[in-house]
């Protein structure tokens, strides 16, 4: 049976000392609670050390991107042998901010999945999802489709298997619209479907599938009832020390 993983995506926010104050509130809150999920958060590179540093036992280490190249005049970026130095084990590839704001493409985004896989231990978490205008033009299902075969172009099953997968769709990203949890599982079934195609069975079996988009305490137990859905890739919700503890379960 899949684990399911549970992430919070900090974005752009929160200082050194915010981040701090977090995780301050979060350990004396959980005292050495167990909860039945992995359980993590992605957030700004500055803040990763703030995280090492902590050394919290069971809490995931997320970075939100990074390059696809080792190393080189790229100003600004962020080489995956520069994550693993920080106990980062997790990266989120492929958001669909990124996507927007910085120009990344199914192509970039491949690219940067080689990289991930060939060439460090991180595990990446693959963001998929359409816009409104192409959800209101029924063509969800084309889209997902065509951004998961790309983005796991000359991918091994071996690798492919180690996957997380966020299905965002773009209109419930920040916006307080949320697809229903029945919306939620059509799409996470079709990404496991290509999977199937892609690979086979027993490889899409062990690929988890997250939901992300407008998910709160109050809904995430409606999205992780669903059979396709592993986890939940959090914005807004994850900021908040209780209701970041009342995601977990």
Excluded at 122 to 135: F, R
Excluded at 185 to 196: G, S, Y
Aim: proline share 2%; net charge positive.
């Amino acid at each position: 049976m899949r684990q399911k993983i549970i992430i919070g995506n900090w974005k752009m926010y929160k200082t050194m000392k915010e981040a701090n104050d977090f995780l301050t509130e979060f350990e004396k809150k959980t005292n050495n609670r167990t909860f039945n999920c992995q359980y993590g958060v992605a957030v700004s590179f500055t803040n990763l050390f703030v995280l090492k540093n902590r050394k919290f036992k069971n809490l995931i280490i997320a970075a939100q991107n990074c390059h696809d190249q080792l190393q080189g005049a790229f100003t600004g970026e962020v080489a995956v042998n520069m994550l693993e130095e920080l106990d980062v084990s997790y990266v989120i590839i492929g958001h669909s901010e990124r996507r927007q704001y910085f120009n990344e493409t199914n192509e970039s985004i491949n690219r940067k999945l080689k990289t991930i896989f060939n060439h460090s231990k991180l595990l990446p978490i693959l963001c998929c999802g359409e816009t409104l205008a192409q959800y209101e033009a029924k063509t969800t299902h084309q889209i997902i489709e065509t951004q998961i075969k790309s983005a796991l172009k000359d991918i091994t099953g071996d690798q492919a298997a180690k996957l997380v997968i966020a299905y965002e769709p773009i209109w419930a990203i920040g916006t307080g619209k949320t697809a229903s949890a029945a919306q939620a599982q059509e799409i996470c079934a079709l990404i496991r479907t290509i999977i199937v195609k892609l690979y086979q069975k027993d490889i899409a079996n062990k690929v988890r599938i997250q939901y992300g988009g407008s998910v709160k305490p109050d809904n995430i137990k409606t999205f992780l009832s669903q059979p396709d859905i592993d986890g939940a890739l959090v914005g807004s919700a994850s900021l908040q020390v209780n209701d970041f503890i009342n995601l977990l379960h």
